[in-house]
């Protein structure tokens, strides 16, 4: 699985922006999600994460309310819909893809993924 992740950019406190990840390989529908992000000095972070089925999502507390995942399974791409955002939310975002269908209380870890995507920076300015 390949992973392209897009869509950062510059936004101010209060704004939104949407994050694109593009999957490559078929397998791609079957397999759980995920969102992750990491701040200048600091380790990278669980955003949140959905099922393969798009029907299972969850959500750091952080951004619990604001940002919202989701993914089109025939187009092979995920999304994360980032409203509400605060200079704290500024970090490179990167997709990541787990090797499995079952959606266990260990997907906030990075453990779980073994795919990656090459990350894109979100800026949000005070």
């Known amino acids: 699985v390949q992973l392209q992740a897009s869509g950062g950019g510059l936004a101010q406190a209060g704004g939104s922006l949407r994050l694109s990840c593009a999957a490559s390989?078929?397998?791609?529908?079957?397999?759980?999600m995920g969102w992750f992000r990491q701040a200048p000095g600091k380790e990278r972070e669980f955003v949140g994460a959905?099922?393969?089925?798009?029907?299972?999502?969850s959500y750091a507390d952080s951004v619990k309310g604001r940002f919202t995942i989701s993914r089109d399974n025939a187009k092979n791409t995920m999304y994360l819909q980032m409203n509400s955002l605060k200079p704290e939310d500024t970090a490179v975002y990167y997709c990541?893809?787990?090797?499995?269908?079952?959606?266990?209380?260990?997907?906030?870890?990075?453990?779980?993924?073994?795919?990656w995507g090459q990350g894109t920076l979100v800026t949000v300015s005070s």
């Open positions: 990541a893809c787990a090797t499995q269908s079952f959606y266990s209380a260990t997907m906030d870890q990075v453990q779980e993924y073994p795919y």
């Open positions: 390989g078929r397998t791609f529908i079957t397999y759980n």
């Open positions: 959905i099922a393969w089925s798009g029907g299972i999502t």
